[in-house]
């Protein structure tokens, strides 16, 4: 780590990875966290037709994300 310390642009870099890396852990983290809710209730309202796992509900949270997603409008 030694050329890191002499290299300043190096270590700047380094330190923007290891923050990005940090905040895409997280995110992930999160997303996870609050996709149990979704699970639950799919699996109590149509349990007898189709149950989802928690990875199928952190992806149904994406697409619901996208779709119903923030509009962002200059009025």
Do not use: C, H, T
């Amino acid at each position: 780590m030694s050329v890191l310390r002499n290299v300043p642009i190096l270590r700047k870099l380094l330190e923007i990875v290891y923050a990005m890396l940090l905040v895409v852990i997280l995110s992930v983290l999160v997303g996870l966290i609050l996709a149990f809710p979704v699970m639950w209730l799919w699996n109590f309202i149509f349990g007898s037709l189709y149950k989802i796992n928690v990875f199928q509900a952190w992806a149904l949270n994406v697409l619901a994300g996208i779709l119903f997603g923030q509009k962002n409008s200059n009025k």
